[in-house]
């Protein structure tokens, strides 16, 4: 079994930053991607960014040049950070990552809320 946990919502100003990470733990033979997605009231979940073992990142265009994905290999743990947010970025944002253990496995967080006012 993995477990992910996950820090770093809340409640913030339009304008204003925040920062997202999400540790791994448990079972985990090797990593592929490491990423954030996010819903919000009444939507579908979406891709927010996501970061493969070999470094290659991944936007979504609402987010591209706000948003930051890093992660630590060593430590299995990705990081988002959050600039210039806007009242669109509220949702619950949830750590997704994609595994090896025997075969191809994915686990999500159990999500953060991220709240900007406007």
């Known amino acids: 079994q993995v477990q992910l946990v996950e820090s770093g919502g809340g409640l913030v100003q339009a304008g204003g930053s925040l920062r997202l990470s999400c540790a791994a733990s448990g079972s985990i033979f090797s990593i592929n991607v490491m990423g954030w997605y996010r819903q919000a009231p009444g939507k579908q979940r979406e891709l927010v960014a996501d970061?493969?073992?070999?470094?290659?990142?991944n936007y979504a265009d609402s987010v591209e040049g706000r948003f930051t994905i890093s992660r630590d290999n060593a430590k299995n743990t990705v990081t988002l950070e959050m600039n210039s947010l806007k009242s669109e970025d509220t949702a619950v944002y949830y750590c997704n990552v994609v595994y090896f253990w025997g075969s191809t496995r994915a686990v999500w967080g159990q999500g953060t809320q991220v709240t900007v006012s406007s």
């Open positions: 970061i493969s073992s070999g470094g290659r990142r």
